[in-house]
């Protein structure tokens, strides 16, 4: 039986780059007294620092289990979606959702045995470009235009509660249909993609353009489509190939001067 706390294990709360450490210990309380432990930091200026623990107010389990990463893609490791709270529009092509949508997006994906991240950036640039295109979604908390900024720790209020009230609610959102095999997580797809860029570089195929914009395109091309660990198998033989066969034709050109 799926209950409130089976899914809340799979949720975690990832904060990026975050200058004050007393922002780490109010986001802890706050997804503590939703039901929520997880917390995943990523760069944090100053952490482990008294001042996280003075603004936990007992969230110490929190604090104490919290993982620390150099890079967001090690924060990501396992879970197959990650969605992004941002303030403001960016220039990244991604879905934007509310946080009623977000959170019925990951208990639905939570419910099929998936691990899910909410991604939330520094306190005063939010998150990068470079960081939302490693999410499947973009997360919009509906404030006024003319100030729009939450505190960090008010942003994971929110979310938290609205995943919350979601658990608490008579009907788990219905899963979608599931994957022959589950998708392929955040460390594999960041891999896939490695090896795509090299491999385009590898046959010339941006002949001087800049890559950043395609690269963009073809990670949310991927995310749609969430491959597998199997389909990922078969795409990077593919890729493989065509390095090899670059390198054939590059050898015989090289031969032919």
Known sequence: MTTAANLASQLRFVLVRTSHPGNIGSAARAIRTMGFERMELVAPHRFPDPE?????AGADE????????????????GSSLALGLSARRRGVNLPEISPHEAAQQALAAAVRGEQVALVFGNERTGLE?????????????????????????????????ELRVAMLGDDLPAAPPAHDEPPADAAQ???????????????EFHKGREPTTIMLRLRKLFQRAQPDERELRVLHGILADAQRMAGIANGRIAGGK
């Open 52 to 56: 996280a623990s003075a603004l936990a």
């Open 62 to 77: 929190v604090l104490a289990r919290a993982g620390i990463h150099a890079e967001l893609v090690h924060s990501l490791a």
């Open 129 to 161: 470009n470079d960081e939302l295109a490693r999410c499947h979604a973009m997360v919009r908390i509906p404030s006024v235009e003319d100030f729009s900024s939450l505190n960090l720790a008010q942003a994971v209020q929110v979310m938290a509660y």
């Open 189 to 203: 797809m960041e891999q896939f993609y490695r090896h795509l860029a090299q491999t385009l570089d590898d046959i």
